[in-house]
């Protein structure tokens, strides 16, 4: 068993079964890719539009590509075909694009909503009064081809365990309180969780964490 097969192996056991593993690939090579989806993995992960799509053209078709990046929207068309979830929806606008772009295509788009959960100033995500803000569109009625599945977030990055735990126990809680908001019964995701932190995540309600160094090594964005 090759590197990558073998660390899938290990967190496939460290996770409870209801969390999904999204293996995110970013910047790696197909060859990688390969050789978890020979171990039978299928979810892989991608925050840039141009690469994913190049990888989902040339890769297997069962594949399922999470979208985890920040979405630009003059792109949502582009990756509408080959997304299997966006992860990163962070503006009413480009909440706007993806139901325009997914009623041409006549095809619904899954995606969390992502919250802006860290101190840092620069993270994408909403925030409280812009996520009242689609639920006063009446978001059902408003966003016909796109289905929320839950939300998404990253916690500052720190070694500060108990301020992670916190940022993710306000996810949780906020996804919780959503849930009869949103549900057409598919409310079900929340994404958090990294290499550096998915065990606190899960503890705290994750049911779907991305891990990208700890399965493929270190990127190198050279
Ligand atoms: C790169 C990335 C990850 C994976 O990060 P690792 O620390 O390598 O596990 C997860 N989520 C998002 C949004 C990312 O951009």
């Known amino acids: 068993m090759g590197k990558v097969a073998e660390k899938l192996n290990v967190f496939q056991t460290l996770l409870p079964e209801s969390v999904t593993l999204v293996a995110v690939s970013k910047t790696k090579p197909n060859e990688d890719i390969m050789e978890a989806y020979s171990a039978g993995h299928l979810d892989f992960g991608e925050n840039k539009v ?11 078709g069962d594949i399922r590509w999470h979208m ?11 990756v509408l075909p080959h997304v299997h979830l966006i992860h990163g929806v962070d503006s009413m606008r480009l909440l706007k694009e993806i ?8 095809l619904k788009a899954h995606v969390l909503l992502q919250m802006h959960i860290a101190k840092e100033e620069t993270k994408y995500g909403l925030d409280e009064e812009e996520l009242e ?17 839950g939300m998404m977030a990253m916690a500052t990055f720190t070694e500060d365990q108990d301020r992670i735990r916190k940022e993710f126990s306000y996810l949780k809680n906020l996804f919780e309180a ?16 990294m290499s550096n932190d998915f065990a606190t995540a899960v503890e705290e309600g994750s049911t779907m964490v991305r ?9 190198n964005y050279s």
Do not use: C, Y
Request: aromatic letters at 6%; zero cysteines.
């Open 99 to 106: 139901q325009k772009q997914a009623a041409k295509l006549d």
């Open 133 to 149: 803000a689609i639920l006063e569109t009446n978001p059902a009625e408003k966003f016909p081809n796109v289905v929320f599945r």
């Open 211 to 219: 891990i990208g160094s700890a399965i493929f090594g270190e990127r």
């Open 68 to 78: 985890i990046g920040h979405l630009q929207r003059n792109k949502v068309k582009q």
């Open 50 to 60: 141009q690469e994913m799509v190049a990888k989902a053209e040339e890769l297997p």
């Open 178 to 193: 959503k849930a009869v908001e949103f549900s057409k019964g598919q409310w079900n995701t929340l994404s958090m969780g």
